[in-house]
């Protein structure tokens, strides 16, 4: 089974900016739709950003729009969560999934549409 390794997580003061890595064991994930998300206790896991594996389409959702940045290299077989202008609301576990996807310019915005997901990394925003 692929397993997904985030790092980067942390704490920042409101404002700042952090970026996250996802680098899968096992597996490339070069051709693989790309996703981030996060989870807050007593809530559900909400999207946050996604990527296709070729052309990289993107799609964000409306609160981080202008302030993240979702990338990949397929190169290294990792990709990036880039959060600027932080504050104290995107306080969160980030988790980042992946799913083999036939089409390269396909990216999924729901959690059900991941096959493969990392264990989650803590950044704490505070004000």
């Known amino acids: 089974q692929v397993q997904l390794v985030e790092s980067g997580g942390g704490l920042v003061q409101a404002g700042g900016s952090l970026r996250l890595s996802c680098a899968p064991s096992?597996?490339?994930?070069?051709?693989?739709?790309m996703g981030w998300f996060r989870q807050t206790p007593g809530k559900e896991r909400e999207f946050v950003a996604a990527i296709s594996p070729i052309g990289g389409r993107t799609e964000y959702a409306n609160s981080v729009k202008g302030r993240f940045t979702i990338s990949r290299d397929n190169a290294k077989n990792t990709g990036y969560l880039q959060m600027s202008v932080l504050n104290p609301e995107d306080t969160g576990i980030y988790y980042c999934a992946a799913t083999p996807t036939y089409l390269g310019t396909t990216y999924y915005t729901t959690v059900a549409k991941y096959q493969h997901w990392g264990q989650g990394t803590q950044v704490t925003v505070s004000s």
């Open positions: 096992g597996r490339t994930i070069s051709r693989d739709a």
